[in-house]
């Protein structure tokens, strides 16, 4: 594992809503997960889907965002509803816990 591509991001107005998209291989072996990192931050976690499908989600989204995956197909997804400025960031998904391989992202800028 380590290859990651992810997709989705954009410009969108406070209160809207994006999709994420990760592809990669074998995704059903792992734990998968969505991290981010904003301006001038450290990269962070945001949500986390096991492999039986349980979910977990850092404060700041819960309620608003929503994991999942599609294992015949080998996609994450991240839903991202009432989308705010402080959600501005790169977003990655990788292994939780995540594996060295990172993917590029995808930018999610939030506009007030």
């Known amino acids: 594992q380590g290859q990651f591509v992810e997709s989705g991001g954009g410009l969108v107005q406070l209160g809207g809503s994006l999709r994420l998209s990760c592809a990669g291989s074998n995704f059903m072996l792992y734990d998968m997960g969505w991290y981010r990192q904003g301006p001038g931050k450290l990269r962070e976690w945001v949500a986390t889907i096991t492999r039986v499908d349980w979910t977990k989600y850092r404060d700041s989204v819960k309620g608003r965002f929503t994991i999942s995956r599609d294992n015949a197909k080998n996609l994450v997804y991240l839903q991202m509803n009432r989308l705010t400025p402080e959600d501005t960031a790169v977003y990655y998904c990788?292994?939780?816990?995540?594996?060295?391989?990172w993917g590029q992202g995808t930018q999610v800028t939030v506009s007030s």
């Open positions: 990788n292994e939780v816990p995540p594996s060295t391989g």
